[in-house]
T-cell receptor
Framework: GNSVTQMEGPVTLSEEAFLTINCTYTATGYPSLFWYVQYPGEGLQLLLKATKADDKGSNKGFEATYRKETTSFHLEKGSVQVSDSAVYFCALRPSDGQNFVFGPGTRLSVLP | GAVVSQHPSRVICKSGTSVKIECRSLDFQATTMFWYRQFPKQSLMLMATSNEGSKATYEQGVEKDKFLINHASLTLSTLTVTSAHPEDSSFYIC????????????FGSGTRLTVV
């Protein structure tokens, strides 16, 4: 079946540190891959996406590259800010369906 | 992408009562909406797929008689938690498929339900 695995949190970084949140997936076919962010008390917001191998999604300084050979979609940011503190969810949407499969989420705390 | 409004954002109810949560697609006619549930510090779990004009499709383990879903129009789906109990306390989020089926869906802002 389809599944998403993320690195366990919480992740605590100092402001301006480099961020990597690992995400790997298992899926049949060619899924689309997503990162969603959830700020405290809010719903999910789409952060970035990639729909095919070697695509790079980017937004607000965050990047992730669709790596089919390693079935990964790691999230990176060169310099985090306090305002980036949130929970980050990696997700996939199977090529043959509509429903998302979410990873467990990684909580990021950025300290000033 | 679609604009989704979810209401209420927070609700506290007594055990045994029912609570209705609304999910509206403000600028897009959504034939399909999805309802998710999120327990504290856990990921989202799909509860059901709401189809306009037909019965919702529930995921395994979700009680359809307890979580009533109505999708009577192309812009509104409702989730009613019937005879709520404290274990139903959770964060409920709806989502709407955008016009481009290849990309991500738009999520509502969520409803935090607390049953006391």
């Amino acid at each position: 079946g389809n599944s998403v695995t993320q690195m366990e949190g919480p992740v605590t970084l100092s402001e301006e540190a480099f961020l990597t949140i690992n995400c790997t997936y298992t899926a049949t076919g060619y899924p689309s891959l997503f990162w969603y962010v959830q700020y405290p008390g809010e719903g999910l917001q789409l952060l970035l996406k990639a729909t095919k191998a070697d695509d790079k999604g980017s937004n607000k300084g965050f990047e992730a590259t669709y790596r089919k050979e390693t079935t990964s979609f790691h999230l990176e940011k060169g310099s985090v800010q306090v305002s980036d503190s949130a929970v980050y969810f990696c997700a996939l949407r199977p090529s043959d369906g509509q429903n998302f499969v979410f990873g467990p989420g990684t909580r990021l705390s950025v300290l000033p | 992408g679609a604009v989704v409004s979810q209401h209420p954002s927070r609700v506290i109810c007594k055990s045994g009562t029912s609570v209705k949560i609304e999910c509206r697609s403000l600028d897009f006619q959504a034939t399909t909406m999805f309802w998710y549930r999120q327990f504290p510090k856990q990921s989202l779990m799909l509860m059901a797929t709401s189809n306009e004009g037909s019965k919702a499709t529930y995921e395994q383990g979700v009680e359809k008689d307890k979580f009533l879903i109505n999708h009577a129009s192309l812009t509104l789906s409702t989730l009613t938690v019937t005879s709520a109990h404290p274990e139903d306390s959770s964060f409920y989020i709806c989502s709407v498929a955008g016009t481009d089926q290849l990309y991500g869906y738009t999520f509502g802002s969520g409803t935090r339900l607390t049953v006391v």
